[in-house]
């Protein structure tokens, strides 16, 4: 059994947001995410693992190719393996457990509009542009 205070393991960082694995166990992992109010996420996929997050306290909205929800505390959010998106904190501190499993937890980034001078790497630029995804595109989502 694995049980811990998600509240006593946050670590919140005003440069960036901070996700802290706690367990790792048969093929996932799971983890506190921290989140100071304005902060955003990469536009990105994990192509071999699913992530789903529940909401804690605060809340945000999250966006994929398909559109944005609302993200409250109570409420939860399924990435199916592939599924690009995009998380952006609110006017709150937000706390949110993460759980991901799959082959593999390694992720691609589309875009980062919440780090100014970003650039995409280019294993993950390989990987977009074999998928048929332009990130023109995905600017404009």
Request: aromatic share 10%; charged share 20%.
């Amino acid at each position: 059994m694995f049980a811990e205070n998600l509240f006593e393991r946050a670590e919140f960082d005003t440069q960036k947001h901070v996700e802290k694995i706690l367990t790792r166990v048969d093929g996932g992992d799971v983890s506190v995410a921290a989140w100071e109010p304005g902060q955003i996420s990469p536009f990105h996929c994990h192509p071999h693992a699913t992530e789903t997050y529940f909401c804690l306290q605060g809340g945000g909205t999250m966006k994929t190719l398909a559109g944005t929800v609302q993200i409250v505390p109570g409420s939860y959010v399924l990435h199916p393996p592939g599924e690009l998106h995009e998380y952006e904190n609110g006017s709150e501190r937000t706390l949110l457990f993460r759980v991901r499993y799959g082959s593999s937890m390694i992720s691609r980034h589309l875009m980062n509009r919440g780090h100014a001078g970003w650039r995409q790497s280019e294993d993950d630029r390989a990987y977009f542009t074999e998928i048929g995804i332009d990130p023109a595109h995905a600017r404009a989502v």
